[in-house]
């Protein structure tokens, strides 16, 4: 009989607030998700080398060299166009405010309070990929 290897995921989280970055520790954590944090310094390097990412969790208050996260999430999606890209809200739990350019940038957004809520998205984003053995 062979034992099936339980699926992990890393993530790369992307968010100033230190509070924020507990609660989605711990949501990540419950949901077979590994952290990876990066200085705004060195994200672009992040991205461009750990080729195993599954996913990216990234805040609409973080900025790289001033530039505001909505904008730094075309950058992302230009350099890394396969990863789903999280957006926690701070006032909404999803993504209508925005406009749809803006919109296909992300999978899915939320807010802290409601953070448990994007769980079946993950299951259908990064877990429901066929993965080589362990």
Excluded: W
Aim: glycine letters at 2%; hydrophobic letters at 45%.
């Amino acid at each position: 009989m062979v034992d099936q290897a339980e699926l992990i995921s890393k993530v790369l989280v992307l968010d100033d607030d230190d509070h924020a970055q507990q609660r989605v520790k711990q949501f990540c954590d419950a949901s077979k998700l590994v952290c990876v944090k990066a200085n705004a310094s060195n994200v672009l390097s992040v991205l461009k080398t750990n080729v195993d990412l599954g996913a990216i969790f990234l805040s609409e208050t973080y900025r790289v060299d001033d530039e505001p996260a909505l904008a730094f999430a075309e950058e992302i999606h230009t350099i890394r166009p396969e990863l789903p890209i999280f957006l926690r809200r701070e006032a909404y739990g999803n993504l209508d405010d925005l406009d749809d350019r803006q919109r296909r940038l992300f999978t899915a957004g939320y807010t802290l309070g409601e953070i448990d809520a994007i769980k079946s998205v993950l299951d259908e984003t990064i877990f429901s990929l066929v993965y080589p053995n362990a």
